[in-house]
T-cell receptor, first 110, second 117 residues
Framework: QKEVEQNSGPLSVPEGAIASLNCTYSDRGSQSFFWYRQYSGKSPELIMSIYSNGDKEDGRFTAQLNKASQYVSLLIRDSQPSDSATYLCAAEQGAQKLVFGQGTRLTINP | DGGITQSPKYLFRKEGQNVTLSCEQN?????MYWYRQDPGQGLRLIYY???????QKGDIAEGYSVSREKKESFPLTVTSAQKNPTAFYLCASSRHVGQPSGTGELFFGEGSRLTVL
């Protein structure tokens, strides 16, 4: 079993709709979770971090964490073509390193 | 401007050769990391270092070596023992070590794309 799992997609969403990206993790000791966005051929960039159960909102992005279900999600409201990218979910393992999922490729259709 | 510089961006290697990828940061970060990314895959950790002159193996360290002689520099050598080295290599750094949420906020370089001929 992979430590962090994501649906690799591709996920196709019409412009203006809500994109929902999901991630599960296996290590119950993980306390910190992150969403990175990676455009094709580029390096990842951090877009959201979440440490407590519940929702965390930042502009059009909302991260959700449910530690009991070991589930993390990212919602993108009012999706734009510029949101088309691969989204990587990551969980902190111990206090030293991140474990990444395989990423979900998101396409926003105009 | 502060950031992480990786070089070269593109590198071609013949089988049996060792190659070294450079990573330099001027962010004054303690921790540095090397990840490998294959097409359609996530990032896999090769090596990481939290302080100068100390480093730990990640999940796929076989066939790779690193050094951390200076805080700013963390070069990665891909040796001939690495059987399938063609990949996108990403160097990253983070500000805090050993604190909750610290190591998750990684800053990445632009990557080095290695191709074995």
């Amino acid at each position: 079993q992979k430590e962090v799992e994501q649906n690799s997609g591709p996920l196709s969403v019409p412009e203006g709709a809500i994109a929902s990206l999901n991630c599960t993790y296996s290590d119950r000791g993980s306390q910190s979770f992150f969403w990175y966005r990676q455009y094709s051929g580029k390096s990842p960039e951090l877009i959201m971090s979440i440490y407590s159960n519940g929702d965390k909102e930042d502009g059009r992005f909302t991260a959700q964490l449910n530690k009991a279900s070991q589930y993390v999600s990212l919602l993108i409201r009012d999706s734009q073509p510029s949101d088309s990218a691969t989204y990587l979910c990551a969980a902190e393992q111990g206090a030293q390193k991140l474990v990444f999922g395989q990423g979900t490729r998101l396409t926003i259709n105009p | 401007d502060g950031g992480i510089t990786q070089s070269p961006k593109y590198l071609f290697r013949k089988e049996g050769q060792n190659v070294t990828l450079s990573c330099e940061q001027n962010l004054n970060h303690d921790a540095m990391y090397w990840y490998r990314q294959d097409p359609g895959q996530g990032l896999r950790l090769i090596y990481y270092s939290q302080i100068v002159n100390d480093f730990q193996k990640g999940d796929i360290a076989e066939g790779y070596s690193v050094s951390r002689e200076k805080k700013e520099s963390f070069p990665l050598t891909v040796t001939s023992a690495q059987k399938n080295p063609t990949a996108f290599y990403l160097c990253a750094s983070s500000r805090h070590v050993g604190q909750p949420s610290g190591t998750g906020e990684l800053f990445f370089g632009e990557g080095s794309r290695l191709t074995v001929l």
